[in-house]
């Protein structure tokens, strides 16, 4: 069983800045990668940001030199640092991750997708 759990949403002003956190947890043998995706409300879910197992990143159109995507490995946690918050940034912010879990050889060396519940971040004056 792996777990993501996200947190750090709320309400900020615009201009304003958040650090989001997803932490995996479980029987956890290695992660691929992470990735943060967001959806606004009447929107389609968005990929916003991903970060894979060697630190390598890559952003949306829509957030490059305002979002940074870090990651602490000991922790199986990655923490989206999002600035210069506009409205449009308005979403319900998902953590997803592509994680090898388990206690036999092969769920050890299958990786499978997993999702969190997600964190609403509300950007407004």
């Known amino acids: 069983q792996v777990q993501l759990v996200e947190s750090g949403g709320g309400l900020v002003q615009p201009g304003g800045s958040l650090r989001l956190s997803c932490a995996a947890s479980g029987s956890i043998a290695s992660i691929n990668r992470m990735r943060w995706y967001r959806q606004a409300p009447g929107k389609e879910r968005e990929l916003v940001a991903t970060?894979?197992?060697?630190?390598?990143?890559n952003y949306a159109d829509s957030v490059k030199g305002r979002f940074t995507i870090s990651g602490d490995n000991a922790k199986n946690t990655v923490y989206p640092q999002m600035n210069s918050l506009k409205p449009e940034d308005t979403a319900v912010y998902y953590c997803?991750?592509?994680?090898?879990?388990?206690?036999?050889?092969?769920?050890?060396?299958?990786?499978?997708?997993?999702w969190g519940q997600g964190t609403l971040v509300t950007v407004s004056s």
């Open positions: 997803n991750a592509l994680v090898a879990a388990g206690y036999s050889w092969l769920e050890r060396n299958r990786y499978l997708e997993h």
């Open positions: 970060i894979t197992s060697g630190d390598s990143t």
